[in-house]
Every structure is written in C-alpha cells, then in structure tokens.
C-alpha cells in the first residue's frame, strides 16, 4: 500500500515525496483513511509507530480547503506531555505541511519566553503544537482563539494523565467546539485514559496494536550487575571507551545525578552535557542542537529524554540508573536503532536495582541478557545472594561483551573513545580533581 491509496491530497502527498516517504506504517494505513472520514478515533499505538503522521496528515488534508469561520486562531490543535515531544511535532507538523500556501505553525512549550510565543500568535496559525500548562496560560489571557478549530488531537494522553495534566486538558478542551474532531493517541486505552476519552470523544472508532511497546530486534539489550556506585562509575566509563560508540544517551533518575555525572564525565575527557527539566528552553535548545551536530557525544539526561528525543547518531543508551517504572524501560532504548538503524542498550543495576531488573523482564516478557567487563567483574552476584539464575545468564561470557555476528565477544576499551584518555591514565589540559566520593555519595544519598 502506497500513500497515495490511503486519500491524501497531492500537496501532501508531494510533501510525503520530497521527504522520501514511501509506504505507510501500519498505524498510519488504518487511522490516516479513518481520520479522513471525520469521525473521532482512538488510538492504541506506541512510541515509534509512525503515531505523529497517522494524525498529522489528515488534519493538515483539511487545510487544503479554505475555513469558513474567520478568526486567527488554529484549526489544528495537539496536545503532547513535554517540550520536547512538541518540538518534535512541531517539526514533523512543518515537513508535512511545508507545501501549502501560508502555511504556519505555532509551538507553546514552557521554558520559552512569552514574546516569542506572541510573535507566533500574530496573524493568522493553521497549527497549534502545546504542552497542556504553557496553552493554559495563553488561553487565561485571551491571545488563543479556538472558533475555527477543526481537529483537537491528545498525543500520549496517557503520559500527559501520568504527570497529572487532567484538569488542564479538561479545561482546554471546555474552551473548543463541540464540533470538533478528536484523534486520541495513547498507549492505552483502559483505566482513566478511557474514562477521559469516553467524555470528549463522540461515538469514537478504536484502532488498537499490542498494549505494550514492543522491543526492536536491531537493538541489543544487555545488563552489568554493579557492586556500588563506584563499580558503576567505572562500568560506564568503560563503556563509553568503546570505539563503535557513535554518541551516547546516559539515563540517570534525577536532575542533580544528571549534573554530577554529566560534570564527572568531562572531567574525564568526555564530550558530555546534561539535560532535563530544570533547564530554561535556551539551553535545552542549545544542548539538543549539540547532539543534531554531533558536538555532544553523551547525552546524560533524565526521563525527560526519554520520549520525543529522535537523534540518529544515538547509537547507546546506557541506563546508568534502572528506570522506576518497566515501561520507561521500552521508551528509552526507543532512543537508538530509529529508522532501521541498529542500537546497543545498556542497564547497570546496582544490588538495589535487582527487582527493578525483573520488572523489565516481567513486562517486556525477554530474559535480560547479563554480561561483563574484563578486570570489571561484579563481587556480587545473583548466585552469592542465593537466588537461582536464569539460564540465559548462567551462559553469559565474562571478559566481553558480545555483538550479533562478531562471534566472540569484542571487549570493551580496545581503543580509547574519541578525544578521550584511558581510564585511570593522564587527564585532559585543565582538568581540576573533584573532591573524592562527591558524585558517589550525593547518588547513594538519592539526590
């Protein structure tokens, strides 16, 4: 199936061309004809799925034709939980849309500055991309007009339900026609993202794939068991030594552990650099720009990176802490192996992290796979705690660790990582000593 069989108009379809965009996802192939027909739709789809275009495309086919109503406002609005998934949307929104004639696109994030967003309001907007927060505070002001709009779309309803958005999306949707359309993504429909959807959509036609995300085969997951955090600082450094690392995304579970490790690995010669929610917009922007460049070769990030983030040259994702819920497990690796490339994933679970270890296992229905460094070999293991191994670990190999086709395991830090220095060895020009312990104990204290 092409797109052109799924009803688009040419001037998407061109759009569709000049991207190289040959053939529809499956999600794509059975919401974009349903949408075109202008009932509300129900989405059940995971991050990776093609979601963005499956709701983009049709509401940009509306634009084809001229409004009725005349205001300024949107005839498009999207709803998405973080700043940078609508950065994301904002983006696609643009390529997809970039034929039509006076074609304009407005994204309201929190963390911007408020005349900028202004600026955007200014004249007439077809696209409006927003977190539910930043809309909330134009709309107290009076500067968003929703007479005209046509399509309301929820993307990732249930992660914005998760961060406790529900009043604000309630009130914004008070505040649209009850006209409109309303294209509901999540990556599930039960619970109270049903109960939500059943009070603002109208006999909504569902179209659901599998409840969970499903794993990538192109990429590779494995798991280093750590004695402490020490153990761990060396896992990781080692790990990031290895020559076939193109850039890196470091998952910590808090904004200081970010800071402190992402200031840990520069002092090691590392291009690293942080990122998360304390962050104004400016840095986030320029931080992101560093990683599209290729500047930045590690991302130390926390779970704000975890949705929206699309950087092709993430080649690792490297859990230095194991995420709290199972299925932020699935969104993170999402990171590396996008668009048919190929991905390492690694998690470092320290002896407190084991049951979170098993969670993963648990929801992704996969043995994790465990496996060593050389002279890195965890004191601690899970049959010196008296628990019995899977059988997939009890075959793990020491001394490497092992890639689909290489054969034997290829040892980590064969050569030094690019404009870096071994492990241990001579430090970079400037390099200033960090008091001893101060990343450990500030990680061992939960900060």
């Known amino acids: 199936m092409s797109f052109a069989e799924l009803g688009l108009h040419p001037i998407i379809l061109n759009s569709l061309k000049a991207c190289g965009y040959d053939a529809p996802t499956p999600v794509q192939s059975q919401a974009i004809p349903a949408a075109l027909t202008g009932v509300d739709l129900l989405v059940s789809s995971h991050t990776g799925s093609g979601k963005t275009a499956a709701f983009m495309l049709p509401s940009l086919n509306r634009l084809t034709v001229e409004s009725t109503v005349k205001s300024n406002g949107p005839r498009i609005l999207v709803l998405t939980p973080t700043r940078e998934l609508a950065m994301q949307v904002d983006k696609a929104t643009f390529t997809y849309g970039h034929k039509l004639k006076k074609f304009r696109v407005a994204c309201l994030v929190g963390g911007m500055p408020y005349p900028a967003q202004l600026k955007q309001l200014q004249g007439p907007v077809d696209v409006v991309v927003a977190t539910p927060g930043r809309l909330i505070d134009h709309l107290e002001r009076g500067r968003i007009d929703f007479r005209r709009l046509e399509v309301l779309v929820l993307d990732e309803a249930d992660r914005m339900l998760d961060m406790g958005f529900i009043e604000d999306i309630e009130a914004i949707v008070a505040k649209t026609p009850a006209s409109r359309q309303t294209l509901l993504f999540s990556a ?49 450094d080692a790990i990031l030594r290895d020559t076939d690392i193109q850039q890196a995304l470091v998952f910590t579970s808090t ?70 819920q199972a299925e932020d497990y699935v969104h993170r690796i999402g990171r590396t192996g996008r668009a048919g490339r190929t991905g390492t994933a690694v998690t470092l679970v320290n002896p407190g992290e084991r049951g979170l270890m098993r969670s993963i296992e648990r929801f992704t229905g996969l043995r994790a796979q465990i496996d060593t460094i050389a002279g890195l070999e965890p004191k601690i293991t899970e049959e010196r705690s008296g628990k019995k191994p899977h059988p997939a670990r009890r075959g793990a190999k020491p001394g ?28 970079p020009a400037g390099f200033k000593p960090r008091p001893a312990g101060s990343f450990q104990a500030r990680a061992r204290a939960g900060s």
């Open 188 to 236: 599930t429909l039960d619970g109270v993202v049903g109960t939500m959807a059943r009070k603002i959509t109208k006999d909504a036609k569902r179209i659901e794939f599998a409840s969970k995300p499903e794993l990538k085969a192109n990429i590779e997951q494995r798991f280093m068991f750590a004695d402490n955090m020490t153990h761990k600082n060396k896992l990781l």
């Open 255 to 324: 904004k200081r552990s970010a800071d402190d490790l992402s200031g840990l690995l520069r002092d090691q010669g590392f291009a690293a650099h942080a990122l998360h929610g304390d962050m104004n917009q400016g840095q986030r922007n320029r931080t992101l720009k560093g990683m599209h460049d290729g500047r930045t070769r590690v991302l130390v990030a926390t779970d704000v990176a975890a949705r929206g983030l699309d950087v092709a040259g993430i080649s690792h994702v490297i859990n230095f802490d194991a995420p709290r």
């Open 400 to 427: 490497g660790y092992a890639r689909p086709g290489t054969g034997a395991p290829k040892p980590f830090g064969a050569k030094p990582f690019p404009g870096s220095k071994p492990y241990g060895g001579a430090k």
